[in-house]
């Protein structure tokens, strides 16, 4: 394939992507489209680590806590203000904020990578400690108790844009968490095809490299940073509305660690692939959920540990890597090298 | 929040000379025993720390590999421990025979079956003992459930002027000792200690001397794992046993052994007594929850004032 | 010589690793449009003295100015922006990033409008000979053609010093002939700094050449002059028997 061809199919799917979201209430029950919204606001979780990750080559272990403060920010504001429209502002701006601290702590620290990977966990734990016990009636802000391990109840869900007696129903919920899911991807494309995204991708591949060559390693990564920490607040409004509940175990290790299998298992280095991971293992694990046989931690360790040694590039990737065998073996020889080299849309610096 | 009252009642006002000697020499015994209680618990709480760190100390700060099922190597021990010590096993064998023997064998399993395909991959390694962590929470809780009754304390306790402490705790200080200073002589005056350290250093050139170093490889990760499994036996009695305790472990040596630095052993045993101490002491003042707070908060700022680790600024190549 | 106006200058340039002196009172002065050849045995601090130049290390003592800035300590960024650029010693490349685009993130930091960087991408691609390969994924190309991806990324960023750390190792002698000429070709408009072991290549290029040994610069001189001292000789005589 071409680079057009690839992305007249790229421009396809996503077509196909926004009539699927738009016609999906008229042909599924709403159980089924209620799980669906749960999914493509866990996607947009996914892809807010597929990016940090993918493209900026910043491993963290602490995804969720950008997700559990949109989620809080998010019910909170909407108790105050009555109106989901500032909340939901507020839900992408409080972690992005927040990120931006962690981040110039972190990246202007000169703090490895490796370390990285602890902090972030370790300020996930740090919160989910510290909204763990907010249980009493002190911890309150403006007129929405905190709630301690028990959470905030009865959350407002969005509403028509300053219109807060318009409450949104199920299917429009869906149109919106859907449509935001397609959004998102778009933006990401697009910033990763920009000139911020091919400096993030240069900074990922060699930072001393980009530094020599003018470029703030630490800016790009911060930048990065605050980008994933704003779409995962996104995210945590869009689950909030999804369930109107939102307690402290949004900030669980497990989460993280299931946002990093997502990733694993779709393609890290892709957009779409971490979308399919996630849906796939959500789909999973709510039907493991439903029978009693397998402990779904069980389940998805060995899912992890399997797809690390046997398909660590994970499944979108592979899938494009035996098409292209195919196609090299179906005598496509047009160059001295592999065609693989050549297919890659290296502008883009996306994989997939 | 026994401390806050003791300090409220030495200054409640006291008529007569007398009487007010009396008080305030009966307030300064307590204020003493509390002083004493309050110690012990500080070293109970570093002692605790270091034997929860010194198996990711051994697999982390010698080999690079970032073990995030640390805490459930941890978790297996307790569980071993307290399975055979519900068997009938007696209770000192239980934690310290039966806990670091299994967790070793699980660990020697674990690397000749992950670890060692993984050498020189850290971020596939972080995974790959992530996904190996979930598995043993998913396969624990198959099998026990998600409560264990525990076992008690053994060795009962002591009085202290009004407060009463246990035995246990001293026993926990002496074991950190002994298992510092085992690791201390192994690491120094053996030849496994010898050739474990020159390997992790320079694999090739230890190869070229006549050392296997995967076989090196397999007995240090299989040597953390049991330290991480003693220490899991030996904090059974008083942990709550449950197959997600292990979340609450991994962190905390994580950032106490990167706090530590290079220097295994002198940076552990540093940034266990300096955590330990910050962390007890917050827990005194507030809640222990917010003196978990406290120890992360502190130890994310250490790292990033020493990103080499106490050890890096203070005992430079030591062991 | 313009000695009157240094483009660069160090003094009293000093870099200790714990006991270690890698650098010891580098004094050492380049004038506008000048090439330099540095040449010195494994371990006389050559590298370190080009990390020192490029903000990827800060002197334990000492300042080096460029121009008018003081950069001792700076950031890297910082010093790539007043227009000092380095290849490396070891290839030092995006690996999963094209060739096109390697010299594109270069030249658009040197070119205001996307045009003219453009047209600047593809005549560096041309200068370096990487025209053929210039949608090859950098990561897949040999350690010859990594170099030139390297060169070429440095001469797109159209900087006024260039550092050049053993441009020519691991080249066939057809590429070493071709590196010695396009040096000579920069130094038309640009001051070089060029760091080699090869004697031969130093033969094709060099007008003065400094000498490194064990920290210090052991003299500086013309070119035949200093391959005919007897202390250089002893030097490279040293290393050869040694190793």
Not at chain 1, 249 to 255: D, G, H, P, R
Not at chain 2, 4 to 28: D, E, H, I, M
Not at chain 2, 208 to 229: C, D, E, H, Q, W
Not at chain 3, 171 to 196: F, H, P, Q, S, W
């Amino acid at each position: 394939m071409t680079r057009n061809h690839k992305l007249i199919a790229q421009a396809l799917a996503v077509l196909v992507a926004i009539v699927v979201v738009a016609l999906a209430p008229g042909y599924l029950d709403l159980f089924t489209v209620m799980q669906l919204t749960l999914f493509a606001s866990m996607a947009v979780l996914s892809l807010s680590l597929a990016f940090i990750w993918g493209f900026g080559g910043i491993l963290s272990f602490g995804q969720s806590a950008f997700f559990g403060l949109g989620g809080y920010a998010y019910a909170v504001a909407v108790g105050n203000f009555g109106d989901s429209t500032p909340a939901i502002v507020l839900a992408i701006l409080v972690p992005a904020l927040f990120a931006g601290a962690l981040g110039y702590f972190v990246f202007y620290g000169r703090i490895s990578d490796v370390y990285l990977g602890v902090i972030t966990l370790t300020v996930t734990l740090i919160l989910f400690n510290v909204v763990n016990s907010t249980a009493g009636n002190e911890y309150t802000i403006g007129s929405v108790r905190l709630g301690g391990f028990n959470g905030i109840p009865a959350i407002q869900t969005f509403n028509m844009p300053f219109d807060p007696s318009d409450i949104l129903y199920p299917e429009h919920a869906w149109w919106v968490t859907g449509g935001l899911l397609i959004v998102v991807y778009l933006g990401l494309r697009l910033l990763i095809g920009s000139t911020f995204g091919r400096i993030a991708i240069a900074v990922r591949e060699n930072e001393t490299r980009a530094a020599l060559l003018g470029y703030d390693p630490r800016l790009v990564k911060l930048g990065v940073f605050v980008i994933g920490g704003a779409i995962a607040g996104l995210a945590g409004a869009l689950y909030v509305n999804w369930g109107a509940f939102v307690g402290p175990t949004i900030f669980s290790l497990s989460l993280s660690a299931e946002i990093i299998i997502w990733i694993t298992v779709g393609s890290l280095g892709t957009l779409v692939g971490p979308i399919l991971g996630c849906v796939l293992i959500q789909y999973l694990v709510s039907q493991i959920g439903t029978q009693q046989t397998f402990n779904s931690n069980l389940v998805l360790g060995v899912i992890l540990v399997g797809f690390v040694l046997l398909l660590p590039k994970g499944i979108v990737l592979s899938i494009q890597q035996a098409f292209e065998h195919l196609a090299y073996w179906w005598g496509q020889r047009k160059s001295t090298l592999p065609s693989s080299s050549l297919d890659v849309p290296a502008m883009e610096g996306e994989k997939g | 929040m026994v401390g806050q009252g003791c300090k409220g009642a030495s200054l409640v006002p006291v008529s007569g000379l007398q009487s007010g000697l009396v008080l305030t020499s009966y307030l300064k015994g307590i204020e003493m025993d509390l002083a004493v209680i309050v110690a012990l618990d500080v070293v109970n709480g570093a002692a605790s720390l270091f034997l929860l760190c010194l198996g990711l100390a051994i697999i982390f700060g010698m080999m690079r590999i970032i073990n995030l099922a640390h805490g459930e190597f941890v978790m297996l021990g307790a569980y071993a421990t307290v399975v055979s010590a519900n068997a009938g096993l007696n209770i000192w064998i239980a934690m310290l025979v039966v806990a670091p023997a299994f967790v070793a064998l699980v660990g020697l399993v674990v690397e000749r079956c992950l670890i060692r395909f993984l050498y020189g991959r850290l971020i596939d390694s972080m995974l790959a003992t992530w996904g190996l962590s979930l598995f043993i929470v998913g396969f624990v809780t198959t099998i026990f459930g998600n409560t264990t009754k525990g076992v008690p304390t053994p060795l009962g306790g002591f009085s202290v002027g009004a407060y009463r402490t246990s035995y246990y705790t001293l026993f926990l200080l002496a074991m950190a000792l002994v298992a510092a200073g085992i690791i201390y002589a192994l690491m120094r005056h053996t030849r496994f200690g010898l050739i474990a350290r020159a390997t992790m250093q320079n694999p090739e050139m230890a190869a070229k001397l006549g050392v296997n170093p995967a076989r090196i490889y397999m007995m240090t990760f299989t040597l953390g794992a049991a330290l991480s499994g003693l220490a899991g036996g030996l904090l059974a009695p008083v942990s709550g046993i449950t197959p997600v305790m292990g979340a609450a472990y991994i962190a905390k040596a994580f950032i106490t052994v990167v706090g530590g630095g290079a220097a295994i052993l002198s940076g552990t045993v540093a940034a266990s007594s300096l955590f330990g101490f910050i962390n007890q002491l917050g827990a005194y003042f507030t809640t222990p929850v917010y003196g978990e707070v406290i120890l992360f908060t502190s130890a994310i700022i250490l790292i990033r004032l020493l990103p080499q680790g106490i050890s890096g600024r203070f005992f430079k190549g030591q062991l | 010589m313009s000695e009157l106006v240094p483009l660069l200058q160090t003094k009293n340039l000093t870099m200790r690793f714990g006991g270690v002196v890698a650098n010891d009172d580098v004094n050492f002065t380049l004038g506008e449009m000048e090439l330099r050849c540095l040449i010195g045995p494994n371990g006389a601090g050559k590298s370190t003295f080009f990390k020192m130049l490029t903000g990827q290390l800060t002197p334990t003592s000492g300042s080096v100015t460029f121009r008018t800035h003081s950069i001792a300590g700076h950031a890297s960024h910082e010093i790539a922006r007043l227009g000092i650029g380095i290849k490396t010693q070891v290839p030092n490349v995006f690996n999963e990033i094209s060739v096109r685009e390697h010299i594109w993130l270069a030249a658009r930091r040197a070119h205001a409008t996307g045009p003219r960087i453009r047209e600047a991408v593809d005549e560096v691609l041309e200068r370096a000979r990487l025209t053929g390969i210039a949608d090859a994924i950098v990561g897949q190309l040999s350690h010859g053609q990594r170099q030139w991806v390297e060169i070429g990324t440095v001469l797109a960023a159209d900087p006024e010093l260039i550092l050049l750390d053993e441009p020519a190792a691991g080249m066939t002698d057809d590429e070493t002939g071709r590196t010695a000429e396009i040096i000579r070709e920069i130094n038309r408009t640009k001051a070089l700094i060029v760091v080699e072991h090869d004697m031969e290549f130093i033969k094709m290029i060099a007008k003065k050449v400094t000498i490194f040994h064990q920290g210090r610069i052991l003299m500086e001189d013309d070119c035949a002059a200093v391959l005919a001292d007897e202390r250089v000789r002893d030097i490279y005589l040293g290393k050869k028997v040694a190793a």
